[in-house]
């Protein structure tokens, strides 16, 4: 059975900095594109951040450039995003997702943990 386990979101305050984890089960890590999706209340799904588990190849939306880095554990089967610099903005349910390739990710045609919010207060 193939689990994603997120942990690490919680309050902050703007500026300040959370380190999110994605623990992943039931699947070849190796092979996998593993990254953060992230939604806010009305507004449409984010593809965040990726991670290519196989050559650490990776992505950042836009608007997270400079401010997030995601990174891989590959013994651990672990994903984390530590973000910085963090923006009110930036409030939302973030969400861990596993694809086999990152068109499949960016698709959201994944495996998908449960959630994590992400408050950022002024």
């Known amino acids: 059975e193939v689990q994603l386990v997120e942990s690490g979101g919680g309050l902050v305050q703007a500026g300040g900095s959370l380190r999110l984890s994605c623990a992943a089960s039931g699947f070849t890590f190796d092979y996998y594109s593993i990254g953060w999706f992230r939604q806010a209340p009305g507004k449409e799904r984010e593809g965040v951040s990726c991670?290519?588990?196989?050559?650490?190849?990776?992505y950042y939306a836009d608007s997270v450039k400079g401010r997030f880095t995601i990174s891989s554990d590959n013994a651990k089967n672990t994903v984390y995003l530590q973000m910085n610099s963090l923006k009110p903005e930036d409030t939302a349910v973030y969400y861990c997702?596993?694809?086999?390739?990152?068109?499949?990710?960016?698709?959201?045609?994944?495996?998908w943990g449960q959630g994590t919010q992400v408050t950022v207060s002024t």
């Open positions: 991670i290519s588990a196989s050559d650490g190849t990776t």
């Open positions: 997702a596993a694809a086999f390739s990152f068109r499949s990710w960016y698709r959201g045609h994944a495996y």
